[in-house]
């Protein structure tokens, strides 16, 4: 018997193979495997989740390969939108630039915001270049079904991959347009001393100790599933879905800057601060850059200046979210008033490595300050 291989076979391993360089072999053939599917409903928008278990990766692996197919035009991305009200999903968004703050349901009528995180999913399909699909592949039960077994990817899931960030720099959201994500954790760092280093190291060498620090910090985000959303002069801002992660790479950059500052020949000592909030934000272009606005992002900020290096410091709504992971450490809590904010807000200070080194009453000078 001969065994007819379909067309497309021969133009998902050619496509797939762009991949080798950037993607386990292991891992790529099964993906080749899963596309090469004859159920053409499992490539047609479909759930990251789902496609995670078929490759028996995690999501985290699985989103940055479909993402990295995205850019070589293996995949189609879509950011679709499910209706609050009927619970239908309208597939009409190809790019984030797409989305509106108000969506309309074309099922129902029902007007609503654009949450990035709770209403707006990503989805993947076969470039039609690749495999055309039949009228078939199209099959709303099926996704529903799928979705409930498997559980969805959020919008605001991608936009926190640092892999989708780097590989699409201009995909955002039109001009005066704004997306609501209604749970983010912000983590913002900061250089304490660098002036200093500056002055007495000189360029050059100042340069290269700060230029590590950074190197270490995006490191830590990104193995942590956040994303950086922007670098101010010595620091930066990160935002992540999953708090337990925020604050284990606050937790990890804390400990690597110590192991950096151990490693220095020179006599300064570089002091990272790092401060954290949870809350919602809303989601903006500006400079052609994706930036995240709103109280959590200033309280994060505020936040960050109490922190004083070894040490993270956090609001009292993220520390009740992460209490358990961080019931090891030493810590002071505190009620206090932070500058631009109209009530008083409990602080948490965590001492990371060794304990604490303020005392309340220095923690009290220096908010007088
Ligand atoms: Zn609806």
């Not at 159920?39 to 995690?58: C, F, G, K, Q, W």
């Not at 704004?178 to 000189?202: K, M, N, P």
């Not at 961080?326 to 631009?340: F, T, V």
Request: aromatic content about 8%; hydrophobic content about 40%; some cysteine.
């Amino acid at each position: 018997m001969i065994f007819f291989r379909p067309s497309y076979f021969r133009a998902i391993k050619q496509a797939v193979s762009g991949l080798k360089d950037q993607v386990e072999s292991n891992l790529l053939e099964k993906f080749v495997d899963f596309l090469q599917t004859p159920d053409e409903r499992l490539i047609y928008h479909a759930n990251p989740r789902m496609v995670a278990n078929h490759l028996s990766a995690d999501e985290r692996t699985t989103l940055r390969l479909l993402v990295l197919a995205v850019y070589h035009g293996i995949l189609t991305l879509h950011w679709d939108v499910q209706c609050p009200a009927c619970s239908g999903v309208d597939q009409q968004f190809i790019g984030l630039g797409d989305l509106r703050s108000q969506h309309t349901c074309p099922l129902c009528g029902h007007i609503h915001p654009t949450n990035v995180d709770t209403e707006v999913r990503v989805a993947f399909s076969i470039d039609e270049r690749v495999r055309r699909l039949s009228i078939s592949a199209d099959d709303s039960d099926f996704r529903s079904r799928i979705d409930q077994r498997y559980g969805i990817v959020s919008g605001h899931a991608l936009l926190t991959l640092q892999t989708f960030r780097d590989l699409f720099p201009k995909e955002g959201i039109p001009p005066r347009e704004s997306l609501i994500i209604r749970q983010v954790t912000i983590l913002f760092t900061d250089l304490a001393g660098s002036t200093e280093l500056y002055a007495r190291q000189g360029d050059t060498q100042a340069y290269s100790l700060v230029n590590q620090h950074f190197q270490m910090l995006f490191q830590v985000v990104d193995q942590q599933g956040g994303a950086i959303i922007k670098t101010i002069g010595d620091a930066i801002m990160a935002a992540f879905t999953n708090p337990l992660n925020a604050v284990k790479a606050a937790l990890s950059m804390q400990q690597q800057m110590t192991t950096l500052n151990q490693q220095l020949t020179a006599p300064e000592v570089l002091t990272l601060k790092v401060g954290l909030d949870i809350g919602a934000c809303v989601c903006v272009n500006l400079n052609s850059q994706m930036d995240y606005f709103g109280m959590t992002v200033n309280r994060a900020a505020r936040v960050q200046s109490l922190s004083q290096g070894e040490d993270i410091v956090l609001t009292d709504a993220l520390w009740m979210e992460t209490q358990e992971l961080l019931s090891g450490y030493a810590q002071i809590q505190e009620e206090i008033d932070l500058k631009g904010i109209d009530h008083p807000v409990v602080i948490h200070w965590i001492a990371v490595g060794s304990p604490l080194r303020n005392s309340r009453s220095l923690i009290s000078h220096q908010l007088s300050q």
